[in-house]
Structures are given as C-alpha cells and as structure tokens.
C-alpha cells in the first residue's frame, strides 16, 4: 500500500484566499484523522470521522476551517477565508478500527 | 482530561550507546493505547511502537522498547544502540476513544 496520501505538500497562500487540502488514506481504513501542527500548540487533533461519518469536530477551530468525507477513499479540510494564523503543518492519518494512527505526509501551508 | 507530558524538551546521545525518553499521561480511562512516534525532519510522522494498556508485557520492536507503569501513568521509550538515524523528535502519544492525545516531543540528537 502506499501508504496515506496528502496533497499539496506545500501550499502559500495569500491571506483571504480559500485553501483545500486533501487526503486519501489507507485503503481499508474506517477512521480518518485530520491534525494541525505548530510551534505553538504542538499536534492537535482537527477533526475525526468513521466509515465517512465526522464523529468529532471540537478541535475544528473556527467556521472557516471545513471538513468532509465523501466517500472511503478521499477526504478534504477547506479553509476559507485563510489567515496567517492558519499557517502550519496539516497531517491526515488514517487507522482501522481508530486506535491506531498512520500519518500522511503532511501539508505544510503559509498563509502571507 | 487526558493529558501528556514529555519532561524532557532535548536529549543527546552518542552513537552505539542507549537513551531512554520520558513519557507520563493522565486519563480516567482504564482502557486505552500509548504511542512513540518519530519525526524526523521531513516532517514525517512515523509509528515506531505502540503499547495496550491492558497488556502487562512491555511492547518491543528492534532496538526500541518501553517501559510500561501503569500505576504510575509513566510510558518511557529506551532506544538501544541509537544509531544517526535515530537523530528526530520523538512524540508520546495517548490514545482512547479514538482520540489522540500527543505530548510536547523530545528533540533526540545521536552525535557520532
């Protein structure tokens, strides 16, 4: 398997335009995980969802951040309107059955 | 409230030697997943051991194994032989409900 996907790797934006960063996990995964990372706050969880289904969004920070599943195999997390205080590393991990996390890549994304 | 705490915020070992990495956690739960992951510098979120709670016996993967003391809520991570590679932030993680729970990472540096 090729592990998770995230796409772009990198991504500059300008402040007020929309974002979209996207994810395909493991195939055969349930759960998927979107993270932020910054010097700040560390790894925070974002956003969860099972078989499709968000389960979680408490970590969503603000109505600009968005996050949808429409089927098993792909994932986006939509900012809009993005600011510099966005700017930070975005990890999806995908696990089965939720109590195991494998990483993507990670999006590295400034918002200028 | 779960929470993780890695005390140590850098650590530096020589090459061939052995270092051991602290972890202690805070949950209600009496069933949930600890985890090490590495991130070296590519930003890459790597899995290197995971441990059940309800499982007495230290988990164990090559050169690295835990020390597992549930009563005290301590996850520490001891890396044998520590080779260049090995040179990352390590993050300890707590997982229970699906959810991850990272602490502050070790920065670990192997000097040859």
């Known amino acids: 398997d090729a592990g998770v996907i995230q796409s772009p790797r990198h991504e500059v934006t300008e402040m007020g335009q929309e974002v979209t960063l996207r994810c395909k996990p493991i195939?055969?995964?349930?759960?998927l995980f979107w993270y932020r990372q910054t010097m700040m706050r560390g790894l925070e969880l974002l956003i969860y969802?099972?078989?499709?289904?968000?389960?979680?969004d408490s970590g969503m920070p603000e109505d600009r951040f968005s996050a949808k599943m429409p089927n098993a195999s792909f994932s986006t997390l939509k900012i809009q309107p993005s600011e510099p205080r966005d700017s930070a590393v975005y990890f999806c991990?995908?696990?089965?059955?939720?109590?195991?996390?494998?990483f993507g890549p990670g999006t590295r994304l400034t918002v200028l | 409230a779960q929470t993780v705490t890695q005390s140590q915020p850098e650590m530096s070992v020589q090459e061939a030697e052995t270092v051991t990495l602290s972890c202690t956690y805070d949950t209600s739960e009496s069933n949930y997943y600890l985890f090490w992951y590495k991130q070296p510098p590519s930003r890459q979120m790597i899995l290197v051991i995971r441990q059940e709670a309800y499982k007495q016996q230290n988990a164990t993967e090559n050169r690295f194994s835990v020390n597992f003391q549930k009563a005290a809520k301590s996850f520490s991570l001891k890396i044998s032989d520590s080779q260049l590679g090995d040179t990352a932030m390590y993050f300890c993680a707590l997982c229970n409900f699906n959810k991850f729970y990272f602490g502050s990472g070790t920065k670990l540096n192997v000097k040859p």
């Open positions: 195939s055969g995964h349930d759960y």
């Open positions: 991990a995908s696990s089965l059955g939720g109590s195991m996390g494998f």
């Open positions: 969802f099972n078989n499709n289904v968000p389960i979680d």
